[in-house]
């Protein structure tokens, strides 16, 4: 089994910066991927950006430029770093994982962590 558990989030105005954590505990070492979704009032929950255990990164493009995803593998943590906030990004933050069960090497998940609120506004 893994937690997630989400920090960080707040009221930020545009043009500014919050940074956002997502720590994992339980079975750590079967996690494969790690990503962050977000999810604003009458829409879809969208991806905002992955990454996998060795680093590789995808971002959306409402966010490339903008944000970053980062792994802390010793401390079981991904990041997501926001700069340059626009108003559309107002949205509920969630940090999700899927892993392989070492018991039996099937995929897991997604699992996710509650939400951290994210107001871009001025």
């Known amino acids: 089994q893994v937690q997630l558990v989400a920090s960080g989030g707040g009221l930020v105005q545009p043009g500014g910066s919050l940074r956002l954590s997502c720590a994992a505990s339980?079975?750590?070492?079967?996690?494969?991927?790690m990503g962050w979704y977000r999810q604003a009032p009458g829409k879809q929950r969208e991806l905002v950006a992955d990454?996998?255990?060795?680093?590789?990164?995808n971002h959306a493009d409402p966010v490339k430029g903008r944000f970053t995803i980062s792994r802390d593998n010793p401390k079981n943590t991904v990041t997501l770093q926001m700069n340059s906030l626009k108003p559309e990004d107002t949205a509920v933050y969630l940090c999700?994982?899927?892993?392989?069960?070492?018991?039996?090497?099937?995929?897991?998940?997604?699992?996710w962590g509650q939400g951290t609120q994210v107001t871009v506004s001025s």
């Open positions: 339980g079975s750590i070492s079967s996690i494969k991927h």
């Open positions: 999700n994982a899927v892993g392989v069960r070492a018991y039996d090497g099937r995929w897991y998940g997604p699992v």
């Open positions: 990454i996998t255990s060795g680093g590789s990164t």
